[in-house]
């Protein structure tokens, strides 16, 4: 079978080799999971969607890699426009946090896209058009919708992962994402960080398909982000 | 090997095959009942070791096992707050920000136990706990925990930090469950909320002017809660390697942005270490 030998290719730094050695049998894993789900007799190819302009994340590992980093290139993409265009009013103690995020989102990024290697999907064009970046409501509505979207896509992908390590960083990133979720509650509306539009009934934080979740991050990306290995869009 | 194949394979024996590795299928998705959920995440395992690999499936043994040492940490963070609120140690301006995290923490343990019992397993009953860290004496470093709330709030991040590090240490044993690590993960963000929101009471009552929502660490020292008593709760927060990359030296980022961006597991050995003898009275 195919396998993501390209990994190992030309430029390719240890550290990086060392951060992918599991991708070959992240890549087996997930064929085991896509037969699953399209068995031989009823599989149809996908409806042709090249034409239009998209990015697809691929298979396996590395595939759930690119989607968070797809993810985070949005948030750090946000949060950069936010620090430079500050809404009216912006305290100085919201301006010190806001700052951290960026930071936060803006190295995330920059590291799924040196772990990934040449593996990564390419730069993402946003388009927040939605957002007026000088009102403080609609900037940190859109933030909590960026933040709780994050951590939902984190718990909701998690099992997808095929590798140990990757799990570990990917619990490693969705926690601190999880603290900028509920900062940004209680600034909206304190004492909200574990409200019923984020927490069920039996006090776990809601979880999100690939599907449910690039559905709605394609409304702020001109380059619309696929999975068809994980079924989206649905054929 | 064509894995496909395989599949094909094996549905001529088992019909059902699709269903069984995919509980998403629509044959089964309208079973909503949560005993029903946590059923079908037993099932990949009645597949024999075959898909082993695939799922990196843990045993249920395993399993019961990650989830009765959850319950335990629950059990002592839901007595904490159930006491914390009887004791009146917590001002009425912050009660019901505390009783949402009450609420989710005493949750939290009928979930637990609820999942325990519907896998076959046993959950564990609740250790006898000491809130001053004084292994059943009442007298230990934390004493006034229950008296006065910058203690109270003090214990409270460390507990809710040390929880958010516990659930991602367990979490690759869960490897490839659906169920039960959605679960697992899905606690470990609301232990992360509640973290944040901990964090940012403290600062914003005073308590800790420099207190961030998330962990701001030196390249010296992981913790960054000004309480010395539980630099061992945040001992490897400092780490700044990711993957293999350095993000100080690589990306070229300040070591307060590197430790915050990332929070750092704690294995279960490293965690009950911590507690065990202190605040989990030694059985």
Same mark, same amino acid.
């Given at each position: ?6 990994? +190992?290719?030309g ?37 042709? #969607?090249? #034409? ?7 298979t396996?590992?590395i595939?759930?890699?690119n989607y ?15 620090? !430079? ?7 100085s103690?919201e301006?010190?946090?806001? #700052?951290?995020?960026?930071?936060h989102e ?7 896209k040196?772990a990934i ?8 064009t ?19 919708l960026? +933040? ?19 799990l #570990?960083? !990917?619990?490693k ?8 979720? !509920?900062?940004?509650?209680n ?5 909200s ?35 068809t290995?994980?079924n989206?869009?649905?054929? | ?7 094909d394979?094996? %549905?001529?024996v ?10 998403r ?22 597949l ?22 959850? @319950? ?10 159930n ?7 917590i ?11 009450t ?8 979930? @637990?136990?609820?999942?325990i ?28 925990? @229950?008296t ?7 214990? $409270? ?21 659906q169920?039960v ?27 800790? $002017? ?17 309480v ?9 927060? %400092? ?8 993000l ?28 065990v ?7």
């Open positions: 079978m195919k396998t993501e030998t390209n990994l +190992e290719t430029g390719v730094n240890m550290a990086r080799r060392s951060f992918l050695r599991y991708a070959g049998a992240g890549a087996a894993a997930v064929a085991v999971l896509g037969a699953s789900s399209c068995r031989k007799s009823d599989y149809y190819p996908p409806t042709d #969607t090249s #034409t239009l302009p998209h990015i697809d994340i691929g396996g590992d595939g759930i890699l968070a980093y797809a993810l985070e290139q949005l948030e750090a993409a946000f949060y950069l426009q936010v620090i !430079a265009t500050p809404y009216s009013g912006m305290s103690i301006t010190s946090y806001l #700052t951290d995020i960026r930071d803006v190295l995330h990024r920059d590291f799924f040196a290697g040449s593996a990564a999907i390419g730069t993402l946003t388009d927040f058009s939605s957002i007026n970046f000088s009102d403080r409501t609609s900037v940190l509505t859109a933030a909590k960026l +933040e709780d979207t994050g951590v939902t896509a984190y718990d909701g992908a998690g099992y997808l992962i095929q590798s140990a390590d990757y #570990t960083i !990917a619990g990133i969705v926690s601190v994402e999880a603290r900028h979720a !509920a900062l940004i509650s600034l909206l509306k304190a004492g960080f574990a409200d019923t539009d984020q927490i069920d009934q039996n006090g776990l934080n809601k979880s999100a398909t690939i599907a449910e979740v690039l559905a709605g991050a394609n409304g702020f990306l001109k380059t619309k982000v696929y999975a290995n994980f989206y869009p649905k054929v | 090997m064509n894995l496909f194949n395989i599949i394979e094996i %549905e001529k088992d019909p059902e095959i699709h269903e069984r590795l995919n509980p299928r629509a044959a089964i998705k309208n079973i909503t009942s949560f005993g029903s959920k946590v059923a079908l995440a037993a099932m990949p395992f009645a024999g070791t075959m898909f082993k690999k695939a799922y990196g499936a843990a045993s249920t043994t395993d399993i019961l096992g990650v989830l009765n040492y959850a @319950l335990t940490l629950e059990y002592l963070e839901a007595y904490f707050y006491q914390g609120t009887a004791s009146g140690v001002p009425a301006a912050n009660s019901a920000y505390i009783a949402e995290i609420d989710d923490e005493n949750k939290h343990v009928t979930f @637990l136990k609820n999942v019992t519907s896998l076959g397993g046993t959950p564990v009953t609740s250790p006898t706990f000491d809130l001053t860290a004084g292994n059943n004496k009442g007298n230990g470093p934390f004493k006034d925990v @229950l006065n709330y910058t203690t109270f709030l003090a214990v $409270a991040q460390a507990f809710e930090d040390t929880g958010v590090r516990a659930y991602k240490g367990a979490a690759p044993i869960l490897l490839g469950n169920v690590l959605t679960a697992a993960l899905s606690i470990h963000a609301v232990e992360a909320r509640h973290a944040s929101a901990i964090r940012l009471l403290r600062h914003d009552l005073g308590h800790d $002017a420099n207190i961030r929502p998330w962990i701001v660490s030196t390249s010296a020292k992981g913790n960054d809660t000004g010395a008593l539980i630099d061992g709760n945040y001992a490897g927060e %400092e780490n700044v390697t990711q993957g293999g990359v350095n100080v030296t690589a990306l070229g980022v300040s070591t307060g942005v590197a430790t915050a961006s990332f929070d750092e597991p704690l294995t279960k050995d490293q965690v009950l270490a911590l507690l003898g202190s605040f989990i009275v030694t059985p």
